[in-house]
Structure formats: C-alpha cells, structure tokens
C-alpha cells in the first residue's frame, strides 16, 4: 500500500508489466535490445532513469517493482552503485526485492573484470548467457513469450498448476468406516510387500479404500505415488502403455512398453496404483515383470478378482459394517446420513427415520456406492419415501441378468432407480454422457449435450444425484466424469435410446476441433499448455479417432493425427499414434491420393523418431513422389530433411544436400531452423567448421525468431558439438545449458537426459563429483524408448560419454557411489538446477 504522505509512483499503464534490472551505462545497447524485445510482445517494459526524479531513487525502483509482474535482470562486469547509508548496490536490492516474481537473468559473457561482488550474488542462481545485445534481444523475446504461455493464460499473476499425469484422484466426502481396512491394506505396504490386490465386487468401495492407503503410506515413497486408470483399456495388451502413460514416459513401439516403465522404475522408490484391472486379467504377468525389474517400486492394484502373482498380498474388502446392537452408530448408517447431508444440509437422523435409514442399509447389503446414490436422493424424498421406492422398484428395472451375484445385482439395480427418479432431459443428457471415456470439461459438455437447451442445470441435478462425480483440477478448472460402473450403465442406455451415433458423432467432432485448435502451438511457447491438455483428454481423443476409423470418417482421423503429430511423439505417444495410423493406411481406399501421402508421412514420421530408421526411410521414399506430385511443399519437407540425413549417413554428402535444399525451398518457417542445423552436421563431418558455425548461427535465429523449442534444442546441441570438436568446451557447456533450460521448461524427459549426459562429460574435467550425479539423473531418466528421438535428429556426442571407469579411479570407490546415489535421487528440477549452476 502507497505510505499517505507520499504520492504512489504509477507505472506508465496497466498491462503485464516487465521491471528490468541493470547498470545504465555499462549495458545501456542491451538494455534498449530488452526494451525492444518487451515491446514486440505488447508488455510495458518498466526501466529505472533519472528522469524519474524527484522521488529517491530507492522510492522509484521499489514502487516499480511493487507493480510489476516479471523480473528481468541483466548483468555485466558492474556490481553497480551503493547509494550512501546503504549496505548493498541499487542492482543487489532490485533482484532481492523481486522475491517470488518470475525471474529472468541474463549474464554477458565473456566479461573478463567482473566485480567479484557480483559474482558473488548471481551464485546459485539460474540463468543464460549471451554476448550481443541481438542475441540477448533473442533470448528476453524467446523466454518471456514461454513464460507467459506459463504464467499468465490464465487470469491472474499466479501460474497454473500443472496436471501432472498418474495424479490421485480426489473425493469431495471424507472415507466412512474404513478405520480397520485401510489400517489393514496400509499395513501390508508398511510391510514391504511389493504388490497388493485389493479384491471385492464393484461398488465396495475399492478405489477410495486404495487411494486412502496410499495416501497414508506416501512418505515411505521416495518418488512419489501414480495413479492409473485402466478402466478406459480396451485390451490387456495395452496395460504397458497405460503404465507408462500414468508415469509420463514416452513409448516408441520399437520396444514393449512395459520395457520402458520397468527400465524407469528400477532406480525409484514407487507406488503404483492400478486401478480397475478385472478386465484386463490376462495382463497381469506385465505388473510381475515389472515389479521383478524394479525392486523398490510397489503396486497396489484393485481387481474384483487376485491377479494371481508369486508374492500376490491379497486384501478382500468387506461390505460396510452393520452394528445390530447399535445400528445408529454403524459405518453404513453414518456413511448414509454423511451423503444426505451434502444433498440436503437440513437433513438428521432421528427416532422417527432411524428405522428407515437402517433398512435401506441393509437391503443395499453395505455397499458404499449403491449407499451413496441412495441418500444423494434424501435432497427430495424421505427415508421412508425411498424404502417405498426400494420396495417397488429394485430388483425389477433393469431386466440384468439374474445369476449375478446379489451385491452386484444389488448395485446395478439401485443406479437403474436413481436413473428412474432423474427427469426426462436429465436421463438423456446422463445417457450422453457416457461417451465420454476420461471425463469432460464444459466445452465438452456443450458439445456432446443436446442443443435445445442448457445442460448445466441438468448437469447440476446429476452431480447432485451423485451420477456425475465433479473432479476439479488444480487449477481449479471444473471436469466431471463418471465412475466405470455408472458409465456402463450410460452406455447401455444410450445405445438402447437411440442416441449412440449422435452423442458419438459430437464427441467425435468436438475433440477434433481441440486437436485443429492446438496444432500452431505445440512446439511454440504456449505448447506446455496445449500439450497437457490433449494429455488429459488423450482417451478421449483416441475413442474420437476409434469411432472414425470404425466408421466412415478415415479423412477425419488422419486430420485428427496430423494436427497433433507433435503431441504423439513429444509426450511419448508414439505407440498409439503407430497403431492408428495403421488402421488409416489400412482404409487407404478411403482417401484421395494427397490425403494417402500425408498419411504414409506420418506413419514415417514416427517410425523416424522412435528408432525405426529403415522403416522410416521406406515411407518416406514412397511419399515422397505423391507429395510431390500432390504439390505439398511442406509436406515434403517433412520427408526430405531426414532422407538427407540418412544419405549423409551413408557418406552419400551431395545427395544429402540436395535433399536438404529442397526442404528448405518447400518447408514451413520453423523447418528452415531444421535445415540449417542438418546442414551444420554435414559441414562438421567435412570439417568446413566455420561453415558450419554460420549455419548453427542462423539456425539458433530461426528458432528464436518463430518461437520453436524443438528447432533450438536440435540447435543448441549441435552446437555443442561444433565447440567440442573446436576444443572449446567452456562454449560446449554454455550451449548444452541453454538447451536443458529450454528442455526442463518443455517438460522433455528424454532431451533433459541427452543434454544433462552431454554436461557430464564436459563436468568430468574439472568437477567429477558433479558430473557423477548429473551422469546419473540423465541415466535414471533414460528408457529405450525415450533415447530414440533425440538420436533422430542431433549429431552422436563426439565422446562416448563420461569414462564412469576413470572417474571413479579418480574419486575412489565410496565417493563415487555415494555421488551415483545422490544423482539418482535429483529429479529433473534439481539436476537441472545443478547442471546450470555455474562452473
């Protein structure tokens, strides 16, 4: 708050204001070159002068930073100017007071008198060098745009939390009369036992019994707990990709998914989840060998029958109980009068309606779920209203079959009298609903709802009626979904009322017009965003791509694969977008000859970043021809940049560069990135290094000036390389580390690896205990799968790596293995941030 005897200091206006901090005179080009770079992104760059007088110079830069949103500092040779009375220079106390701001630091370099003063307060913090003013202008412009993608799409200056895959799922009611199981399911974990089975019907209440016993027993986690879901898998062979799916890991179909998660897991101390794996019995040795590879992880798995392992600890969940001497105080009653009082708040349990409540526990044989939609009713009928109801109508709606046993018998009818009692446009927006396979937002629900009228009241009734369970994000975002044994139920009767193929068919199109709206931005600056959010809605765009490809609508799914190409492969999806594509080649008959070559392209595509290089080449050579005969120029770009790679693999460098100058003529902005890096590569095996380093140059421009990630991290890391052939690994490392801090902040697991790999190599020569512990946070990140991409694009390190033999001779046995150890524990965050400090 301004002090009332002094007038507040304004900030020229109101928009996303960016404070940049630096000496006036000694970096007053790269303070204009910031001020530019703020101004071509429509911020306010706010920038202490004199001018601002006559308030103290301390009074202008504290107010200014008061109203600023982003911190940027700028750094040289100059500690700056210590105003009399003050313990610390202007420069020192502008970083201080920035706090919690989102900081951006820069340093010059080379700056061969630099106050020792300043040193002294950048240690420990992050940041990028540069050496131009125009290559800082680059940088400012590159990392603001990334972080406001971050930050502040959203309203308001606090960033979105970001949703991260495996989450637990979280429950608005606290769990009832599970004192004793969840004490029990705890204990075995406690225990040391690597996998438990928690068995029983459904609607018993497993999943929150497994989710609370995680919960609990967290901390002796090391790397945490991940949740997964398999009740949207549609076979058992794909319970590897959903395993990995939940821990963020990329597949490639190169090697089995499986692989990936076990070779992930052995250097973490995890829980594993598993939820809903009944249908997918056949699956089960995949969790044995898993937990066989990885010995400090640990599965909890829920089933309604034992995954029968070697070392199998099976809990079997009992119904809740029922006290018949005080049956006012059971966990069946309790759970009852807890659920009536969220429908209803006036609801209590008294003399006149204990009799009522107790019964309908009973005749719901202390089931959790079929409990809970009963008393979600307690909003418009009394207990003894729906023992009527219960009398009259459980047993006899759902013409199921009768040999079930009696709980599911039991749960099944009691959805079916909660379906009954919704109204006509409730029943047929609940009966669309269920198409939705990972649950939806609002924009979903407006889409896939009938369009006469507003599906949010009817939305409200249904999650009032406990149908609909509300799963907010942590963002606060409002999701919904269903539970895998209502939504059955929602599909039974969508297929019985008619409305299969229409709520199918705007589910369809809805989330294709997501995949249209997210295609320019996945590997720009907002692609973190963008990216998380078809992660989230994954499943729901795989049953989109299954309901066109079972269909009619072959063009559609290949316009659904192509405009989230990127995602497939930059969150590691490569499996799936394999498979689809397979069924798109498969109904080729379907498609007109352009839409067939980009079809093959892609199939190339993700045969070149998984691996799969001959495979790739064959695709590509037969697109090639009907891409150009299509005149799809950057369509054949796509196939032209790695033929010329592979041709100059095979020494074959002319046709290698006849390949790369027609991609450049037909490609897109960001591939012109891509070629100047190709081509740096081949100049480096020709050894015409300053050729080379004219293309690095460009190709860094290029990536800066169209905002792509991707294209600077192929950059940088061939970069790298050049320096190193150059003997200058000081220059190595600073390109390795601004291409980590762009890998880190694209959430890249498998370039974090190749680049913190890269460091240790170079660290190896004058700190071998750090490089030991990067040397194994990039091997603890590493899979099969997740080493390809990289491989596909950027030149082999030009050493084998850290020689891990003479280090250790170097450090001894015991600091070397005490330094392994800590490496394995630092996860990305840290390892980066131990990576970047400075040498």
């Known amino acids: 708050m301004p002090s009332h005897d002094r007038p507040a200091i304004l900030t020229p206006d109101q928009r996303v204001r960016v404070f940049v901090s630096s000496t006036m005179t000694e970096l007053a080009a790269e303070r204009a070159a910031v001020r530019d770079a703020v101004l071509r992104l429509r911020l306010v760059p706010v920038m202490f002068d004199e001018s601002a007088r006559p308030h103290p110079p301390g009074d202008v830069y504290r107010a200014y930073l008061r109203q600023s949103q982003i911190f940027v500092g700028v750094y040289g040779e100059s500690y700056g100017w210590t105003a009399p009375g003050e313990e610390v220079s202007g420069l020192a106390d502008e970083l201080r007071i920035a706090g919690d701001l989102p900081r951006l630091l820069y340093v010059k370099d080379p700056a061969p008198h630099r106050d020792p003063r300043l040193t002294a307060l950048l240690a420990g913090s992050s940041y990028r060098r540069f050496g131009t003013p125009a290559e800082l202008r680059g940088q400012v412009e590159h990392d603001l745009a990334g972080l406001l993608s971050e930050r502040f799409t959203r309203s308001g200056p606090t960033p979105p939390p970001p949703v991260e895959p495996g989450r637990l799922p979280t429950f608005r009611t606290p769990l009832i009369g599970r004192e004793a199981e969840l004490a029990d399911v705890a204990g075995l974990l406690t225990d040391g036992a690597s996998l438990v089975s928690v068995v029983g019907p459904g609607g018993i209440g497993k999943t929150r019994l497994a989710v609370a016993a995680a919960e609990r027993v967290a901390d002796r986690f090391r790397d945490g707990v991940r949740f997964v879901d398999l009740s949207p898998v549609t076979s058992p062979g794909l319970v590897g990709d959903a395993l990995a799916r939940a821990l963020g890991l990329r597949t490639s179909g190169a090697v089995p998914a499986a692989t990936d998660v076990a070779v992930w897991l052995r250097t973490r101390r995890l829980l594993l989840v598993v939820d809903n794996f009944e249908h997918v019995a056949e699956a089960a040795p995949v969790i044995g060998e898993v937990l066989r590879t990885a010995r400090d992880a640990a599965a909890l ?87 009527a109801h219960l009398d009259d109508q459980l047993g006899l709606l759902t013409g199921g079959p009768r040999d079930l046993p009696d709980r599911q018998r039991t749960l099944r009818d009691t959805i079916a009298w909660s379906y009954r009692l919704l109204g006509a446009d409730e029943r047929a927006l609940f009966d669309r609903l269920g198409v939705f396979v990972s649950g939806w937002d609002l924009d979903a ?138 069924r798109i080649l498969g109904q080729h008959d379907r498609l007109t000859e352009p839409q067939t070559a980009r079809a093959v392209l892609a199939a190339g595509i993700m045969a070149f970043v998984s691996g799969q290089h001959t495979r790739a080449e064959e695709l590509f050579l037969r697109a090639l021809p009907m891409l150009r005969a299509a005149g799809d120029g950057p369509g054949a770009a796509f196939a032209l940049g790695p033929l010329g790679q592979f041709a100059a693999q095979r020494g074959d460098f002319a046709l290698a560069k006849a390949y790369l100058d027609e991609a450049r003529e037909q490609g897109e902005d960001w591939q012109e990135g891509l070629y100047h890096s190709r081509v740096a590569r081949l100049k480096i095996a020709e050894r015409e290094y300053d050729v080379a380093l004219a293309h690095l140059r460009r190709a860094v421009d290029v990536a800066r000036r169209v905002s792509d990630q991707f294209v600077e991290l192929i950059a940088q890391y061939t970069w790298a390389v050049w320096c190193v052939d150059q003997g200058d690994h000081a220059d190595a490392r600073r390109r390795l580390v601004d291409g980590l801090s762009v890998a880190a902040a694209f959430g890249d697991e498998a370039a974090v690896a190749q680049f913190l790999g890269a460091l240790a190599d170079l660290d190896s020569r004058r700190e071998p205990d750090r490089a030991v512990r990067l040397d194994a946070a990039a091997q603890a990140l590493r899979t099969p799968s997740n080493e390809m991409w990289m491989r596909a694009f950027v030149a082999p390190w030009p050493a084998t790596g850290l020689d891990r033999a003479a280090v250790r001779s170097r450090l001894g046995a015991q600091a070397y293995d005490q330094a392994w150890r800590a490496g394995e524990e630092l996860g990305i965050e840290r390892a980066v941030a131990e990576a970047t400090a400075p040498w």
């Not at 006012?328 to 209803?344: E, I, K, M, Y």
């Not at 249904?462 to 139920?489: C, H, K, N, W």
């Open 301 to 387: 798995v829920t089933s309604r029958a034992p995954l029968r392992l070697a070392g199998e600890r099976v809990y079997d969940v009992p119904p809740l109980s029922e006290d018949s001497t005080h049956p006012a105080d059971s966990a069946t009653v309790r759970l009852f009068v807890d659920t009536a009082r969220a429908a209803s708040p006036g609801f209590a349990l008294t003399p006149e309606n204990t009799g009522a409540v107790v019964e309908i526990t009973r005749r719901l044989h202390g089931l959790p779920l079929a409990i809970i939609l009963a008393a979600a009713r307690a909003r418009v009928l009394s207990p003894a209203a729906i023992v």
């Open 445 to 582: 629900l407006t889409a896939v709802a009938d369009p006469a009228g507003d599906p949010l009241p009817l939305l409200e009734a249904l999650v009032e009626s406990t149908l609909v369970r509300q799963d907010p994000l942590p963002d606060g975002e409002a999701r919904f979904l269903m539970l895998d044994t209502i939504r059955t139920y929602a599909l039974e009767r969508m297929r019985d009322g008619g409305a299969w193929h229409a709520a199918h068919q705007a589910h369809a199109a809805h989330f294709l017009t997501v995949a249209q709206a997210a295609e320019p931005h996945l590997n720009r600056p907002a692609g973190p965003v963008w990216l998380r959010r078809l992660e989230l809605e994954r499943q729901n765009v795989v049953a989109a791509l299954d309901w066109f490809l079972d269909g009619d609508g072959t063009p559609e799914a290949l316009r659904m694969i192509w405009f989230t190409w990127a995602f497939w492969w930059r969150r590691g999806h490569i499996e799936e977008a394999s498979r689809q594509l397979d």
